[in-house]
């Protein structure tokens, strides 16, 4: 089973940066295509970002765009969300999610695996 595991949340003031890793048990994620999710309390879980792995091809939520980078590190088999220019509405706990597929996809139910999540705070 592919072990997913996510890191980097916590509290930050409104218009500043917060970077969140995830690692997985697997070596590599040539064959997967990876996302990150946010769901606030009472609220559906959204997407956010996703990447695939060859070709770093990459797709973003529009509430996002131009603040937030998705991006891959071969190296340390992790993904990484690097938030910058946060929102209160950014606000939410962050999942890391595994598809084994060539197609991003933007909904949470065709990912494979997912993460415990890891609380994101912003504070206005």
């Known amino acids: 089973q592919v072990q997913l595991v996510e890191s980097g949340g916590g509290l930050v003031q409104a218009g500043g940066s917060l970077r969140l890793s995830c690692a997985a048990s697997?070596?590599?994620?040539?064959?997967?295509?990876m996302g990150w999710f946010r769901q606030a309390p009472g609220k559906e879980r959204e997407f956010v970002a996703g990447?695939?792995?060859?070709?770093?091809?990459?797709s973003y939520a529009d509430s996002v765009k131009g603040r937030f980078t998705i991006s891959r590190d071969d190296a340390k088999n992790t993904v990484n969300l690097e938030m910058n220019s946060l929102k209160p509405e950014d606000t939410a706990d962050y999942y890391c999610?595994?598809?084994?597929?060539?197609?991003?996809?933007?909904?949470?139910?065709?990912?494979?695996?997912w993460g415990q999540g890891t609380q994101v705070t912003v504070s206005s």
């Open positions: 990447i695939k792995w060859i070709g770093g091809i990459t």
């Open positions: 697997l070596r590599t994620f040539s064959n997967y295509v």
């Open positions: 999610a595994a598809h084994k597929s060539t197609v991003i996809v933007q909904t949470p139910g065709p990912y494979d695996y």
